[in-house]
């Protein structure tokens, strides 16, 4: 079973940076797709970005590319979301989540199969 432990969220004013730190049990980076996943109160879930093994990095939401970056120390079993510029529109719980690597599923947001419980970030106005 695959377990997701996120941490580093908080609450920083417009344009300020947060990393988002995320660990994850076994084998995680070798056998899945590892992405970040947001919901902000009244939305639905959005997938930020997310990283493959194989293939590499992508952030999928137009509205932080530029902003945000993820990556992977591969030796701390982590995975990173490193956010700057924040603003207040990016305030959300931040889920680390995990799936299955297929190629031809990457970039789907919605069958990510592994969760983590969460990390919330609150960008002050």
């Known amino acids: 079973q695959v377990q997701l432990i996120e941490s580093g969220g908080g609450l920083v004013q417009t344009g300020g940076s947060l990393r988002l730190s995320c660990e994850a049990s076994g084998r995680t980076f070798s056998t899945h797709t590892m992405g970040w996943v947001r919901q902000a109160p009244g939305k639905e879930r959005e997938l930020v970005a997310y990283?493959?093994?194989?293939?590499?990095?992508?952030v999928t939401t137009d509205s932080v590319k530029g902003r945000f970056t993820i990556s992977r120390d591969n030796a701390k079993n982590t995975v990173y979301l490193q956010m700057n510029s924040l603003k207040p529109e990016d305030t959300a719980v931040y889920f680390c989540?995990?799936?299955?690597?297929?190629?031809?599923?990457?970039?789907?947001?919605?069958?990510?199969?592994?969760w983590g419980q969460g990390t919330q970030v609150t960008v002050s106005s």
């Open positions: 989540a995990a799936k299955n690597e297929d190629y031809r599923t990457l970039g789907n947001d919605w069958d990510y199969k592994y």
């Open positions: 990283i493959s093994r194989t293939y590499g990095s992508f």
